[in-house]
């Protein structure tokens, strides 16, 4: 059923309600000149069949999407509505699809069957199909969470790097799995990111939630993501 896709900056701004899976799977390989991939816009890309979607995704973001018409028969994506770069948009359009994207160049992807995972992954949680969508109240709580775990360290502050993780949450309110959905230029950090975060604890009513797909984006100029928090290292 539905689930959320938060982006988390100096706040919590809600993206459309959306299908979210384990593991998408993220080509690693960065075309010369791909700065543009990565330079964030607005997308509002209703729920719907997921070839429409790509093609809508195709016209606001100005990048060549190929695809098999019979391999996209029958999946259907929750849509967009937000701002984030045209690599993540994708991303968080495929998730759930089975599929995954390859850019060749900076303005050219191809979209394929995602690999079968590997013998010794960590089995990802069931998802609870009839999870609740993230309002804005219990948006704001996961934020304040969220950010109280990550600014606890200046390795992880967010605010500098743009990073798309899922969170599955379980039944006392704490975060059982933490993945990275589009990751960071850095995976050191990712990996530090993703340790912290699994140190959040949450109302028990959150399980409903679960998973929820957050996006940490850079803040702008005026935004202080971590506020008047204080460091705590070690």
Same mark, same amino acid.
């Given at each position: 059923?539905?689930?959320?896709?938060?982006? =988390?900056?100096?706040?919590?701004?809600?993206?459309? !309600?959306?299908?979210?899976?384990?593991?998408?799977?993220?080509?690693?390989?960065? !075309?010369?000149?791909?700065?543009?991939?990565?330079? !964030?816009?607005?997308?509002?890309?209703?729920?719907?069949?997921?070839?429409?979607?790509?093609?809508?995704?195709?016209? #606001?973001?100005?990048?060549?999407? =190929? %695809?098999?018409?019979?391999?996209?028969? *029958? +999946?259907?994506?929750?849509?967009?509505?937000?701002?984030?770069?045209?690599? *993540?948009?994708? +991303?968080?359009?495929?998730?759930?699809?089975?599929?995954?994207? +390859?850019?060749?160049? $900076?303005?050219?992807?191809?979209?394929? =069957?995602?690999?079968?995972?590997?013998?010794?992954?960590?089995?990802?949680?069931?998802?609870?199909?009839?999870?609740?969508?993230?309002?804005?109240?219990?948006?704001?709580?996961?934020?304040?969470?969220?950010? +109280?775990?990550?600014?606890?360290?200046?390795?992880?502050?967010?605010?500098?790097?743009?990073?798309?993780?899922?969170?599955?949450?379980?039944?006392?309110?704490? $975060?059982?799995?933490? #993945?990275?959905? #589009?990751?960071?230029?850095?995976?050191?950090?990712?990996?530090?990111? =993703?340790?912290?975060?699994?140190?959040?604890?949450?109302?028990?009513?959150?399980?409903? %939630?679960?998973?929820?797909?957050?996006?940490?984006? !850079?803040?702008?100029?005026?935004?202080?993501?971590?506020?008047?928090?204080?460091?705590?290292?070690?």
């Amino acid at each position: 059923m539905t689930r959320s896709v938060v982006a =988390l900056v100096a706040c919590m701004v809600l993206f459309a !309600p959306m299908d979210c899976a384990a593991g998408v799977q993220v080509a690693t390989e960065q !075309p010369q000149g791909s700065e543009g991939a990565y330079a !964030p816009r607005r997308f509002d890309i209703e729920a719907q069949a997921l070839a429409s979607a790509l093609r809508a995704f195709s016209e #606001a973001s100005g990048t060549a999407v =190929l %695809f098999d018409d019979a391999l996209v028969a *029958d +999946r259907q994506t929750q849509g967009l509505h937000g701002e984030a770069s045209p690599r *993540d948009a994708l +991303r968080i359009l495929l998730a759930g699809t089975g599929l995954e994207a +390859r850019f060749s160049s $900076v303005n050219a992807v191809t979209v394929t =069957l995602q690999p079968p995972p590997a013998a010794d992954a960590a089995p990802v949680p069931d998802a609870d199909p009839q999870a609740a969508m993230l309002d804005n109240r219990a948006a704001g709580v996961l934020q304040s969470a969220i950010e +109280r775990a990550l600014c606890a360290r200046s390795s992880t502050r967010p605010g500098s790097f743009r990073l798309a993780m899922q969170l599955w949450i379980d039944t006392t309110g704490a $975060v059982e799995k933490a #993945a990275a959905l #589009a990751p960071s230029d850095q995976p050191s950090r990712d990996d530090e990111v =993703l340790a912290a975060v699994r140190t959040v604890r949450l109302p028990d009513a959150f399980h409903r %939630f679960s998973p929820v797909t957050v996006l940490l984006v !850079p803040s702008g100029a005026r935004s202080v993501p971590c506020g008047a928090t204080h460091e705590r290292e070690g």
